[in-house]
């Protein structure tokens, strides 16, 4: 009793001092800073706990461990324990008389963990400390353990254990720890801890108990840690739980199968409750006003889409939760209130549309919250330590999180806009006999010119929110400005695939079959490329046209390019994604890689006939050229097409991924297409070059008539 009391004012005590405000001092810096210690410098949240020292003294990184809740209340529980280390030429003298020569033997401590043991051994009377884990008992007998008053501490864990007598553990009444962890018990009988009246800790993590049975812990008087993780066990009985165990504090019922949190089931004993990995979908009103002890709650991974108003009433002790991972879709202004100690929120993977400041200015004392997004740690500027500080793409202060994303995009964007460019002019003032191939050569450039322009818009927007993206990060994923900017790298990337695949299918006819008569004319070229292109804006408005069905398709990152899918994309956007990336577009990279192979094979058996060296030359050329061409479009669209396909198994994707693919790899056919299309071909060397000489012999004659009228006129 004096253990439990004491116990008692150790909580009460540590309750009090975890309820002290998380940064006492912030009243000398502005909402959104924090202080360096006891120095008057002020810091912004971003710098704060993000792994770097920015403070003189190193004070924005310390007290960045989030130990709110059952992790201080267990480290000072323990200390107040007294736990003495023994005193070293003491460890190893067994005082025990008898016990199996198998076993190992330190004072009254026995050690018989994995010999194959399939019944309990017979030990002195005085042991204190019985190790059977491993072992491959099956079954404990009444009485087994009635002759070791003594012990304090039975291990059984990772036996083959199905069922235990109801007199198993009679006569223990001095035991404080129980094992029973990866068993097969199905059932606990009713009476079966009635004589552990000093238990403390009771583990049952990993059997396959269905159901917990009023009367089963009977007893179990001092119990204050039942952990129950991983079983079957559908709900609680009403309760039943702090009747049997008064001063039971910590209740772990992680992995179980419960689907309803009844109304009072858990009554006021219960200090740390966790129900992760359950699948509860409803909380009944007032099922936790009655537990006004609770320090830590984690309803997480669950398939709660709703919390009630009234779920934290009475909670004011309250310094840890974790609603993270449930579908929640709508969460109440005023729904953590009441939750004035709270230190510590969770709500990770959970996308909050209606999020607003006033969800958590109530939170005074709150040192540790998590989203899912870092865009919502603007909502909370007072809370010190904010994750994620990035999703990998954009960060706390830039559109652009990476130093050199942030470079490269501007790089990519002049290289892709100037090649293009360059070769529309070239195109427009060269005149060649194939003005067909022209049209589509100038219509391809038109079409990843438009890449380069995505990226210029990427990087002017990244200066524009340099320092401060965090506060403008909503607003711009949903504004018309990234929607357009998103369109537009959509379209270039859709045309572009599709006249690359025109051309293609074009060159085919011609090389594979010479003698067709299938020869594009101006008008059949022309319809072609007005074709393309409108089917390529079709598919850009088309999320456009339902926000319920498709969300903001565009606006799902900084980028604002929908590339990645996760659990919280529309059904109409996943399966619109999915026709797009792996459905339009492998289809047309395996048309190109296809065509290319049966001209390469074409071109190889009409030189075969010949032994001329200038064929072989000619064949050994266009083969390199054909392999250039594959290879770019697979280097561009193999990533894409497996960055999709993974996200589609909601597989974790890092965000620097994402953002390397759509900076980097999505633009290399449009920096690239000029080069391969128009800059190294024979025939447009050859343009160039007689338009360059014929521009000289003009320049020339020029100078000659200029030089005869010159002394024409001296002579006059």
């Known amino acids: 009793m004096l253990l439990l009391l004491s116990l008692a004012t150790l909580l009460f005590s540590t309750t009090e001092c975890l309820m002290l405000p998380s940064n006492l001092d912030s009243g000398i810096c502005p909402l959104g800073l924090f202080p360096c210690g006891n120095l008057t410098v002020c810091l912004p949240q971003l710098l704060h706990c993000n792994g770097h020292k920015d403070c003189a003294n190193g004070a924005d990184e310390e007290n960045c461990v989030d130990n709110s809740g059952w992790p201080k209340l267990f480290d000072a529980i323990q200390s107040s324990r007294g736990n003495r280390a023994m005193p070293e030429e003491e460890s190893h003298k067994c005082e025990l008389d008898v016990f199996p020569e198998n076993c190992t033997c330190w004072r009254r401590m026995i050690n018989c963990s994995n010999q194959e043991l399939r019944s309990v051994p017979f030990v002195s009377s005085n042991v204190t400390i019985l190790d059977l884990k491993e072992n491959k008992i099956r079954f404990l007998a009444d009485g087994g353990f009635n002759l070791y008053w003594n012990l304090e501490k039975l291990f059984l864990q990772n036996n083959k254990l199905r069922s235990i007598s109801r007199l198993a553990f009679s006569g223990l009444f001095r035991l404080k720890t129980l094992f029973l962890s990866h068993n097969r018990i199905t059932s606990l009988k009713i009476g079966v801890f009635k004589d552990l009246h000093s238990l403390e800790w009771l583990i049952l993590d990993n059997n396959k108990v269905t159901k917990i049975v009023p009367g089963s812990f009977s007893g179990l008087e001092s119990l204050y840690f039942l952990d129950m993780l991983n079983n079957s066990i559908r709900e609680i009985p009403k309760n039943s739980i702090c009747t049997e165990m008064p001063h039971l504090n910590w209740l772990d019922l992680e992995g179980n199968r419960i689907h309803t949190i009844r109304r009072s089931v858990f009554p ?270 079709l598919i850009t408005v088309i999320p456009f046209l339902s926000y319920d069905k498709f969300g903001n398709f565009y606006g799902r990152n900084g980028v604002c390019f929908p590339l990645q899918s996760d659990s919280t994309e529309k059904f109409g956007a996943r399966g619109y994604s999915i026709s797009i990336f792996l459905g339009l577009n492998v289809l047309a990279f395996i048309t190109i890689v296809f065509s290319y192979s049966s001209m390469f094979y074409s071109i190889h058996k009409t030189g075969a006939k010949t032994a001329e060296r200038s064929v072989l030359s000619r064949e050994v050329t266009i083969a390199k050229r054909f392999f250039f061409i594959v290879f770019t479009d697979a280097l561009c669209w193999i990533p894409i097409f497996l960055l999709k396909a993974v996200s589609l198994t909601e597989a974790e994707i890092p965000g620097t991924i994402t953002s390397w693919i759509v900076i980097f790899i999505l633009p290399i056919n449009s920096a690239i297409n000029p080069i391969l299309y128009t800059l190294t071909t024979s025939s447009f060397q050859e343009k160039l070059k007689q338009c360059l000489q014929g521009k000289s012999n003009h320049t020339q004659e020029s100078g000659k008539s200029f030089t005869l009228v010159s002394i024409h006129i001296n002579t006059a």
């Open 268 to 537: 006021e004993c219960i200090t740390v409750l966790v129900l992760r990995r359950n699948k509860i979908r409803k909380i009944q009103p007032g099922a936790l006003s009655q537990m006004n002890k609770l320090v830590d709650l984690d309803l997480s991974v669950n398939q709660i889409k709703e919390l009630p108003p009234s779920l934290f009433t009475n909670l004011q002790d309250l310094q840890q939760l974790n609603i993270s991972f449930n579908p929640l879709s709508h969460i109440p202004h005023n729904q953590f209130d009441l939750l004035t100690s709270l230190q510590s929120l969770a709500m990770e993977d959970i996308k909050i549309p209606n999020i607003h400041n006033r969800m958590f200015s109530s939170l005074v004392n709150l040192s540790h919250i998590y989203f899912k997004k870092f865009q919502y740690c603007s909502h909370a500027p007072h809370v010190r330590s904010c994750k994620p500080k990035t999703d990998g793409i954009s960060s706390f202060e830039n559109l652009l999180a990476n130093i050199l994303l942030r470079v490269f995009v501007w790089v990519m964007a002049c290289v892709t806009c100037f090649g293009n460019l360059f070769v529309i002019c070239m195109r427009s003032f060269i005149v060649t006999e194939n003005c067909q191939h022209t049209m589509s050569i100038k219509s391809l450039c038109c079409a990843d010119c438009l890449m380069g322009f995505y990226l210029f818009c990427l990087g002017a927007f990244d200066i524009k929110f340099k320092g401060e993206y965090n506060k403008h990060a909503q607003i711009w994923m949903e504004s018309w400005e990234c929607k357009l900017v998103g369109s537009m790298a959509m379209l270039s990337s859709e045309v572009s695939v599709m006249l690359l695949t025109y051309m293609t299918l074009e060159k085919y006819l011609c090389i594979v079959f010479p003698f067709s008569h299938f020869r594009a004319g101006r008008g059949q070229t022309l319809c072609t490329l007005i074709a393309i292109w409108g089917l390529g804006f």
